[in-house]
């Protein structure tokens, strides 16, 4: 059976139907289609269609291997992740994560910043980290996701998200139910590893954008 564009087009449209929403897991899904549908001469795209479908147990099948893709993307970006960020703590980096401490010790010492300083950086961290993971920093993201298109990579980094708020949200633990606190070395300390983790978060971004825009480059159009 040979697919032309209208069952390619088609296939897309039945995959989504049955819960599969993100675009890289349907192109999968499709490409396992087309593949199962080489050389079928003996039943009609729709027949064949419904028959692999039924072999993946229908809506509630896809939406496992949804499930299972996600767990897989998830350990795989968290380990880039981590990788990242143990550059920081590693040289040359680590030149840059001491000057950052220093710089932070320093200005507080300096200027013997109060309380609701610290409180303040820790509400600037949790800006800047939920705008690193907004759609709206970065075009290519942003047109595909008013378009309708979503990304399984680039929803992972809404999960890795929730780890990385942990030093922030110690800073505002501290902050709030410590409002006495002040030894400026262990506060410098939490805030430059909030900042590293950023920076790591920011680096893993640009890379699953970039695999995405390489990987999916006709839907730029």
Known sequence: MKLEEYHIKELYRI?????????DVQ???????????????????EEKTKEILEGFDGK???????SQKKKVLLRKFFRIYTDGLKNYFSFPKVLLTICIFIGFVVTFQTFEVEQSTYSLIAQLLNI?????????????LKKMYNKGYSFLTIKILEYLQMI?????????AITTFFKEYDNVLVLS????????????????KK?????VISSYPMVKA
């Open 128 to 140: 800047s980290l939920i705008f690193q993971g907004s759609y709206n920093t970065n075009r290519y």
């Open 60 to 66: 509630k099948g896809l939406k496992q291997i949804t």
């Open 164 to 172: 990385m708020v942990i030093p922030i949200a110690s800073l505002f």
């Open 189 to 204: 300390s939490i805030i430059t590893f909030s900042v590293v983790t950023i920076l790591a978060y920011a680096k893993l």
């Open 27 to 45: 192109t999968e899904l499709v490409d396992h289609f087309a593949i199962a549908m080489e050389g079928e001469n003996t039943v009609s795209f």
């Open 207 to 211: 890379h699953l954008v970039n695999e």
């Open 15 to 23: 995959i989504k139907k049955n819960g599969v929403k993100y675009y």
